[in-house]
Each structure stands twice: as structure tokens, then as C-alpha cells.
């Protein structure tokens, strides 16, 4: 990255990502970016409004790119690769594929974020089921995302919305 940032919001581990409050007001959570390299500070009305903001800037181009989602890598990677390599004009040699799921932080060490992490394992626990990805989220939330996420970046990256009518809360 060649310019760190961080991003602030008001959230805890018992609601996150905390789009919308949970009072009777219906507002959504602002959220601020802070580049750390500058005195730069940037206000958004949502985590969804930067999603919908830093990611367009990568789909809304000109120039050829190859994107590939950070999930495909976790759970299609040899076949991410091998189309990857194709793309540029490539051959990925299958002999010479091998998947290393060593941690980037040691297990019951903090990671990124306050709770523990055991890796790629929790990693794919957590996301590999479509009910988890959503756990935490208000009904008032799920909804939320379903109009404010930018459609084209939505299809563009193959992501669709969960039901809500799947949804207690």
C-alpha cells in the first residue's frame, strides 16, 4: 500500500460491522479514514460508502487489470492461478502447485482486530457459510446493504445479497 490508512468507526465484537444503528433512528454509522502518512482525514457516511468509493476507483478504468478476490484465493486458489497465468499468457505447471495454509499470526496471538486468531482455518469457518457471513448483522443492516452497495461493483465481483427474509432480527 503506498499510502497506510486506517479506518474508525464506532463498532464492538457483538455488532459488527455496525452499519446502521440500532436505536429507532435508522442512521447509518459514519465512519472516517485517516491516511497516516499526511494530516488527510476523510468522513463517510458508512463503511458502505467506502467500500462502494475505494473499490470503484479499482473497477471504473481504463487500462487492463487482473482482480482477483481474496476468496478465491482461499478457496478455488489452484484454479484461481492456473486461469491468472492464462490471463497474461501463462501456463501454470500443476506439479509445481502447492497450498501452504501456514499462519500469518501465531495461533492465541492478537491479530487484526482484538479477538484471537487461528488463521486461514477460522478463515474459512467463518465465510465458507453464507449464514456466518452475515451473523451480527441487523435485519435494519442486511437491508441497508441491499440498496446501498453499488450494484455494478456487486456484480462485477460476483457477490450477490443474502435473503433477508432469512433473518430473525
Request: hydrophobic share 35%; aromatic share 10%.
Amino acid at each position: 500500500c503506498s499510502h497506510s490508512y486506517d479506518v474508525r468507526w464506532p463498532h464492538g465484537a457483538g455488532h459488527c460491522p455496525n452499519l446502521i444503528s440500532r436505536d429507532s433512528k435508522n442512521e447509518t454509522i459514519p465512519a472516517k479514514i485517516r491516511y497516516l502518512d499526511s494530516d488527510l482525514k476523510l468522513d463517510f457516511p458508512s463503511l458502505v460508502h467506502i467500500w462502494n468509493e475505494f473499490y470503484s476507483e479499482y473497477v471504473v478504468v481504463d487500462y487492463p487489470r487482473i482482480m482477483v478476490r481474496y476468496e478465491d484465493m482461499i478457496f478455488r486458489p489452484e484454479k484461481m492461478i492456473r486461469e491468472a497465468c492464462a490471463c497474461v499468457g501463462g501456463e501454470m505447471k500443476s506439479e509445481n502447485f502447492t497450498y501452504s495454509a501456514s499462519e500469518n499470526v501465531k495461533y492465541g496471538e492478537k491479530g487484526h482486530g482484538e479477538q484471537e486468531k487461528a488463521g486461514l482455518l477460522d478463515y474459512i469457518i467463518k465465510n465458507g457459510n453464507a449464514s456466518k457471513r452475515v451473523k451480527g448483522l441487523s435485519k435494519k443492516e442486511l437491508e441497508y446493504s441491499n440498496t446501498a452497495l453499488s450494484d455494478n461493483l456487486m456484480k462485477a465481483f460476483r457477490y450477490i445479497h443474502p435473503a433477508i427474509e432469512t433473518m430473525t432480527a
